[in-house]
């Protein structure tokens, strides 16, 4: 099994705590003249997201995780699992709700996403960054503002609901940003 | 580096000749190479291949960790009160307080006890840090065991256990610590004292301020006196600005059977370790064998935490033409 000193510390470093795979988010050393060094380091638990900090004393080890990133098309869900499929091989993966949950309002069939997987299983999954959606509901009421002062929610055609200038209407297809949940212009 | 940045660091290096010239101090240049190195076992040299007449193969020589052992050589030749003010070289990761290659400020006077090269120092760090005509900051001495007492709420660590160390740490909400051996007190002890204590240190009221800690316990003696009055403790200080370490000083021992004794600790523990051996600094021990060390104080403070200090820069990288950068 790979190791990782933690002289190899580095931001970005996958390993692994617990048997669950984390990612190094700050590493600080601390090395007093006249004592032993240590690592402060803060990480993120990629399956829970949570950020936690341990503080290791220079010269353990921790074990490397086997996480990667991949681009994956998005196929479909049958309701219990999100299927991916990597276009080049055809291989499918299958992820559990778990790992999309966050993401699933932003997912449109046969888009590539970023597909983190932990030995093999999607454990994470990044939509586009910029995604375009049609308008399916929203307040038909207000006409007339076109300078986009205020704003009203509308829904998606995936369900999300986001803010959109009064001047847009049901049937429109709006272009949004996925990391922030904002709308970002009018589709043409 | 800004031009503006190289003036200021330049004024400081000025500034601290100055001190010491005004003092009858003399500036020494020891050599940064030596065949032989320092035996501490948290102290990592870098060691360079030398090509010296005579040998066949190039011959390993370390780079001073701090100019120490050539300006006891001297003292016991006669020097006087000496200054060194250069580079030293330690092998441990780069941090916003730490990079391999650094400057010192290392000086010894004759005569001096603990408390009055503390005096000295404080009376340094003050003119520097005073620049700007920002007030002067308030110095404040506490001893080892009393910071734990009042910063740590341990009643005396020199009998506190492991446990208690770890029970500390527990209460102050420290991450947990990966590695330690459960019994290793020392080790416990050394992580209440950086990550609970020394925060504490060097601020008083949210304002900075030099705070002496002396009397470190005689096991962590490295080259320092143990006190005449009390052998649990030995004449070692640090200080403290800001929750970082400015300065190491000892009242300096003498002898040389005491430096052999204290240099073969070292190299037990190194071995317990599974660390290399280093070859002991036989020049140094000579010297001493000749001549003991006159009676003095010696202290080394790192100039470019100091001059992060006084500028304000959250990483001593910044204050660095071409420091080294973390990849």
């Known amino acids: 099994m790979a190791t990782y000193s933690t002289n190899e510390f580095k931001n970005g470093l996958k390993f692994l705590m617990d048997g669950q795979p984390c990612s190094i988010v700050e590493t600080t050393s601390v090395s007093p003249g006249k004592g032993q060094a240590f690592n ?149 | 580096m800004n031009r503006d940045m190289l003036i200021k660091r330049s004024q400081l290096l000025q500034q601290l000749r100055a001190f010491f010239y005004a003092h009858s101090v003399i500036e020494v240049d020891t050599p940064m190479l030596s065949s032989a190195g320092v035996p501490d076992c948290h102290l990592h040299a870098l060691t360079t291949q030398v090509q010296v007449s005579g040998q066949r193969e190039p011959q390993t020589y370390y780079l001073q960790t701090s100019p120490e052992y050539p300006m006891k050589r001297l003292l016991c030749q006669g020097s006087g009160d000496i200054f060194y003010l250069g580079k030293v070289f330690r092998q441990d ?85 990966v590695g330690v051996d459960q019994n290793d007190k020392a080790l416990w002890e050394q992580l209440v004292l950086t990550e609970v204590i ?65 240099f073969e600790d070292s190299l037990r523990e190194r071995k317990l370790l599974g660390y290399a051996s280093i070859p002991l600094d036989e020049n140094l021990l000579l010297a001493l064998k000749q001549q003991p060390l006159p009676d003095c104080s010696g202290v080394a403070l790192g100039v470019d935490r100091l001059f992060a200090l006084q500028q304000g820069l959250d990483n001593i990288e910044k204050g660095i033409a071409f420091g080294l950068r973390k990849v």
């Open chain 2, 198 to 262: 020394e925060p504490n240190l060097g601020v008083q009221n949210g304002q900075p301020c030099l705070t002496f800690l002396y009397h470190y316990p005689a096991s962590q003696a490295a080259l320092a006196q143990v006190a005449a009055n009390n052998p649990e403790v030995a004449e070692r200080f640090e200080l403290f600005v800001n929750g970082i370490e400015l300065a190491n000083g000892y009242h300096e021992l003498a002898d040389v059977q005491q430096y052999r004794a204290r």
């Open chain 1, 40 to 188: 402060r380091v803060r990480y993120r638990n990629l399956m829970t997201g949570r950020v936690l900090e341990k503080t290791f004393k220079s010269g353990e080890k921790v074990e490397a995780a086997d996480v990667v990133d991949t681009d994956l098309q998005y196929l479909y869900t049958d309701g219990d699992f999100w299927h991916f499929m990597d276009p080049s091989t055809f291989d499918q993966y299958q992820a559990m709700e778990a790992a999309v949950a966050d993401v699933t309002k932003w997912l449109i069939e046969q888009d590539m996403c970023t597909v983190t997987l932990f030995n093999g299983q999607p454990i994470a999954v990044t939509p586009p960054k910029q995604i375009t959606l049609e308008v399916v509901d929203t307040d038909p009421g207000l006409k007339g503002d076109t300078a986009g002062t205020g704003g009203k929610p509308a829904t998606l055609s995936t369900g999300a609901v986001v803010q959109v200038p009064l001047f847009v209407q049901i049937g429109e297809k709006v272009i949004v940003n996925t990391e922030k949940g904002e709308y970002l212009s009018r589709a043409k």
């Open chain 2, 93 to 177: 990761a780069l941090s916003p307080r730490h990079q391999v290659e650094f400057v010192m400020l290392e000086w010894y006077r004759l005569g001096f006890s603990m408390f009055e090269l503390m005096a000295e120092v404080a009376t340094l760090v003050q003119q520097v840090l005073s620049v700007n005509s920002s007030p002067i900051l308030t110095v404040e001495q506490i001893s080892y065991q009393q910071a734990f007492v009042q910063h740590a709420n341990i009643e005396n660590i020199f009998t506190a256990t492991a446990e208690q160390c770890q029970q500390c740490l527990a209460t102050h909400g420290i991450a947990e610590i």
